[in-house]
């Protein structure tokens, strides 16, 4: 049996490994209200709302030629705010991108962090994954970072953070991420509330 010690930790990396938003794809609201958090600053039927709206992106884009066998682009959506993340082999093909998310409905805002290059080796992705859970492992032990009120996405190195978030959990959470070795980049995509 694990120590007290031990289990804490393994929790903790289990917690932070869950909160990577990698491994889960919502098809429908049916699967969106399965998902839902009661633990979320948005309204429930928000939270519905946005995985819907990252589903209508997702298929949106991949509508653009090419996108499916020449680009990775990762989509996600908080509060109508959308975030595109990865690589595009064309300048041409990342404007389309956002040109496409834009029109999908209830999309309030575009974050078009799409970089100009081939998709990034799997060894990359490797090392995002574990520094989001070195950033989640320090975010969960900080109480003034809502981590469960925060989407954390990592690509390349680089740290988004998304949620309707104060002034205090923003520098918070900005500053816990910015300190995390490997770190190349922090870039709000939070929304301010008082």
């Known amino acids: 049996m694990f120590s007290n010690g031990k289990t804490a ?14 491994a889960l794809v919502t098809v429908g609201t049916v699967g969106a209200a399965a998902t839902v958090s009661a633990n979320d600053r948005r309204t429930v039927g928000t939270q519905i709302d946005d995985k819907t709206t990252q589903s209508r992106v997702r298929s949106a884009i991949n ?7 020449e680009a990775a682009v990762s989509v996600d959506v908080y509060n109508g705010q959308v975030l595109l993340t990865g690589q595009a082999p064309l300048q041409r093909m990342i404007v389309d991108l ?5 029109a999908v409905q209830n999309v309030m805002k575009v974050h078009n962090q799409v970089r100009l290059g081939s998709p990034i080796p799997a060894t990359s992705t490797m090392n ?6 070195k950033i989640k492992t ?3 032990a900080d109480e003034k970072i809502p981590l ?4 954390l996405v990592v690509e390349d190195s680089e740290v988004f953070i998304m949620g309707l978030l104060t002034k205090a959990e923003a520098a918070a959470a900005v500053d816990a991420a910015r300190n995390v070795d490997g770190v190349s980049k922090v870039i709000r995509v939070m929304e301010l509330i008082p």
């Open 63 to 69: 509508d653009i030629p090419l996108v499916k066998d």
């Open 138 to 140: 320090i975010m969960l």
């Open 98 to 102: 956002e040109k496409m998310a834009t």
């Open 148 to 151: 469960f009120k925060l989407v």
């Open 9 to 22: 930790t393994i929790l903790i990396i289990f917690v932070a490994f869950m909160q990577t938003g990698c």
């Open 128 to 133: 995002d994954v574990w520094l989001a859970s």
